[in-house]
């Protein structure tokens, strides 16, 4: 009877991997062997027309020694993270909240903040490119004649902007699945309490969200710190490298430059993989902090 389940079980199993094949599949070959790979030619001086050369350390010595990495991508990638995030994060949150009053018009409103996130970042680029034009909508309706993504003071910012715009529809739809998970005693009992809006706001709900909270910020984080094609389309990285971040500077070393760099771009992708797990991990810790904190 033993052996009957037992051989069962592993029947069971097997069929269980046969129906996630496909998927196991594709991540074998595009992610854990693609990764594998990266971390390879990140030892090596590879330049796609010759067999890669191992050189051990030398791409990280000289990916840590560029003027272009540390005076603007790093900078500007930071930059971009400490700015997108929070105002993402809080946007989001402020929007879910008020859709998940009862409002009229609920299911329209939560369409046309979602649109933006279903819609291709390129065609999001290349309307912001018209509207952001010296003659373009913007500065028809402000009366300036700024050129935006040509002045090296306001191109990263309209970026900035954009990416905001594109992200909270998603991120919204998150704080919503979570807000919407909350039991509603729980703010009965706060009320019973003679607690106001704003107290059930910072006391019950946005504790009650640190997960998703978390959630959110992680996904902010990561990709935030892979901003590419919104950069590639609308300033391919200037005026003056002033929209150049880690991602850019990869492609730019691995395809664009005249002398390809592939083993170079290779470690600074090994680099930015690690700065991504070190904030994430960070991050997690400042809020599990918090929360425990708050908890006492």
Do not use: H
Not at 155 to 180: H, K
Not at 215 to 244: A, K
């Amino acid at each position: 009877m033993r052996t009957r389940t037992d051989r069962r079980k592993w029947v069971d199993a097997l069929n269980g991997y046969l129906f996630i094949s496909p998927w196991l599949i594709i991540f074998l070959i595009f992610s854990l062997i693609s990764l594998g790979y990266a971390v390879y030619l990140s030892f090596t001086e590879y330049n796609l027309l010759r067999p890669p050369r191992w050189w051990g350390l030398e791409g990280y010595r000289r990916v840590l020694e560029d003027e272009l990495f540390i005076s603007k991508a790093l900078p500007n990638t930071f930059k971009y993270v400490l700015i997108v995030v929070p105002i993402q994060t809080f946007l989001s949150l402020v929007l879910a909240f008020a859709m998940d009053q009862n409002l009229r018009f609920q299911r329209f409103f939560r369409t046309i903040f979602y649109l933006p996130s279903v819609t291709s970042s390129v065609v999001i680029s290349l309307i912001f490119i018209w509207i952001f034009a010296p003659q373009g909508i913007f500065n028809q309706i402000t009366g300036l004649t700024v050129n935006w993504l040509d002045d090296p003071r306001t191109a990263f910012y309209v970026i900035m902007g954009m990416n905001i715009f594109t992200t909270s529809g998603t991120l919204m739809l998150i704080f919503l699945a979570g807000l919407q998970d909350i039991p509603l005693a729980v703010y009965e009992a706060a009320e019973i309490d003679g607690a106001n809006g704003l107290q059930k706001f910072f006391y019950i709900t946005v504790p009650m969200l640190r997960p998703v909270i978390f959630f959110v910020v992680t996904v902010g984080v990561i990709g935030c710190f892979q901003v590419f094609d919104q950069i590639f389309v609308m300033t391919n990285g200037g005026p003056l490298d002033s929209t150049t971040t880690i991602t850019y500077l990869i492609y730019k070393w691995a395809f664009r430059d005249t002398r390809i760099q592939m083993g170079q771009a290779s470690a600074l992708a090994v680099i930015l993989t690690l700065i991504i797990l070190a904030v994430t991990l960070l991050q997690r810790r400042v809020i599990e902090g918090s929360g425990s904190g708050a908890e006492r």
